[in-house]
């Protein structure tokens, strides 16, 4: 095991790899940029170095001083977190030369799963089911229309190099397809630095499953089940949960295998995830993330496993000591990004200090969060500020400790999506299981501004409380005018506290 690594990374992640580092009996190395000086990662860590100012290229980015930091305080590792320089196989080649070990896969795994088209060509060879479409980036837009005519419409372009969302484009009909061609391919261009784009069967309504999956250099791979993670703005996702509703335990072990032998192509190491589209009992691989991901914990909680422990473990040269028959899953779990944006207003990102910050506990809840009392949020980074997670026996029980643990959370400061997740919580649909991509399309009232049932629940509770607090103030001779009034704007300061 090292005795020492370094986290090249911010945020809930940098201090979850501490913690994991920590139980590990291996000492930590933080880095951070002069806007995070006093951010929990920074005193969570044995050691931490300033290594530039708040923008990530040139702080959070710099592979150089970050491998520069490593050497000279004797860290052996680097574990990059999610997003920055995790996918990155330069920076991974970089790490390896200067005698480190990247805690992650090889920079050739990452290079074969990080275009997408030669990932889908892999996949095809290796009997992988993909959605319709073709192997490589299109010529150009007459290609387009020919193959979209083939595979029939709606069709979605997407950029070979693509992520988050970018460069990607649905088109419905063929008059569209020219416009599009040309859209996708500029703004993958300016995202990414290359246009290649290719095209997809685009599925009606699919869920977004995907499998969490551990290597190691010895030869075992298991799949630790999957996510769902089907509750999407823009591509980007907002809630998750172990299991799914839906998936049978064949369709499981079905898309498991399938995730295995995707990873085998690649002779992947550490922790990875397959990301599938699902639809009537048929799925297909969309992408693999060669990293950790945001949303770990859930599976972390019906599995038993430490999967930030084991990536350490793994880079160390141990040994995976199950066999996938090993792996079982214990109840449901639930994830609820917190951010720090107005739901009620397109998420605008809000920023602020960090005023009081009271967190829920109580049994099966967990909260993995980068932010502390006094901390500043700006622009400069991600607004993701934590992640509220929950385990429970069954998918209700732990619905209805999400509610109860939402209520206990308080962020002063910031604007957050806690009211968004509230509502979600108390959505019939979302309670039922019954979960796809266009979820947020369908329920438009959860992102509406003004008040809901519990916004309304809550709101009458304190005009109650108001009422009471008055005609005791009356009883005792003071005058009643002092009361502020429960009015309009009543239910916005007292929503979501419940207190
Ligand atoms: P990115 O890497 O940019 O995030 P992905 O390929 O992972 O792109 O797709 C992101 C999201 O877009 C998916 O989670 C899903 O919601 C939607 N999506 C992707 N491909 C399809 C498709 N063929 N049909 C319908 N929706 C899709």
């Known amino acids: 095991m090292f005795d020492k690594i370094l986290i090249a990374n911010r945020g809930e992640i940098a201090l979850r790899v501490i913690r994991a580092a920590h139980e590990l009996g291996v000492k930590t190395v933080a880095v951070y940029s002069e806007a995070d000086r006093l951010s929990p990662h920074v005193l969570a860590a044995d050691e931490a170095y300033c290594i530039g100012p708040a923008p990530s290229a040139q702080s959070y980015l710099r592979g150089d001083v970050l491998i520069d930091v490593a050497k000279k305080t004797g860290a052996q590792a680097i574990h990059p977190g999610y997003g920055f320089l995790s996918e990155r196989a330069p920076f991974i080649q970089a790490v390896r030369d200067a005698g480190l070990v990247f805690i992650g896969p090889s920079p050739d795994a990452v290079t074969a799963m ?8 892999r996949m095809i060879d290796a009997g992988v089911p993909v959605v319709p479409g073709t192997k490589e980036a299109l010529a150009d837009s007459a290609e387009a ?3 979209a005519g083939e595979i029939g419409y709606p069709v979605l372009l997407k950029a070979a190099a693509g992520g988050g969302g970018k460069g990607m484009r649905v088109v419905q009909s063929e008059d569209e397809i020219e416009r599009a061609f040309d859209a996708a391919g500029n703004e993958a261009l300016g995202a990414f630095g290359d246009g290649s784009v290719y095209i997809e069967k685009f599925l009606e309504g699919p869920r977004h499953i995907e499998i969490q999956l551990l290597a190691d250099r010895h030869g075992t791979t298991l799949h630790l089940g999957e996510r769902e993670c089907s509750i999407q703005r823009r591509h980007q996702k907002l809630i998750e949960e172990a299991p799914s509703a839906v998936l049978t335990p064949d369709e499981r072990s079905a898309m498991g295998q399938m995730a295995v032998a995707a990873a085998r192509a690649v002779n992947y190491e550490g922790a990875g995830t397959v990301e599938c589209l699902y639809q009537n009992g048929e799925f297909y691989f969309l992408e693999m993330n060669t990293r950790i991901q945001v949303e770990h914990p859930v599976t972390e909680l019906v599995t038993g496993i430490d999967l930030v422990q084991w990536q350490i473990r793994i880079a ?3 040994k995976l000591p199950w066999t996938q028959d090993d792996v079982r899953f214990t109840g449901h ?3 609820c990004r917190i951010t720090s944006e107005d739901p009620f207003n397109s998420f605008l990102p809000s920023t602020g200090r960090i005023g009081e910050l009271t967190l829920p ?9 980068g932010i502390a009392t006094g901390v500043e ?12 997670i929950v385990h429970a026996p069954t998918r209700t029980q732990a619905v209805e400790r999400m509610k109860r643990a939402l209520l206990e959370l308080r962020v002063d400061g910031v604007d957050t999506s806690v009211p968004f997740h509230l509502r979600v919580m108390d959505e019939a649909d979302f309670r039922a299981g019954r979960l796809d991509i266009k979820y947020l399309e369908k329920h438009e009232e959860l992102l509406a501004a003004g008040p809901s049932d519990e916004d309304v629940r809550v709101a009458a509770l304190a005009a109650a409380l108001l009422e009471e607090e008055r005609r005791q103030m009356r009883t005792v001779a003071r005058p009643s005018s002092a009361a502020p009034s429960a009015g309009a704007s009543g ?3 007292m929503g979501w506290r419940a207190r």
């Open 333 to 335: 779990a639930i994830e």
């Open 491 to 493: 239910w916005r300061q």
């Open 145 to 147: 229309r020919r193959v």
């Open 114 to 121: 990080g275009d997408k088209t030669a990932a889908r060509s």
């Open 316 to 318: 160390a040269g141990e």
């Open 361 to 369: 506990s109580g049994p099966g809840v967990r909260w993995d969060g």
């Open 377 to 388: 949020v700006g622009l400069s980074y991600d607004p993701m500020l934590a992640k509220l």
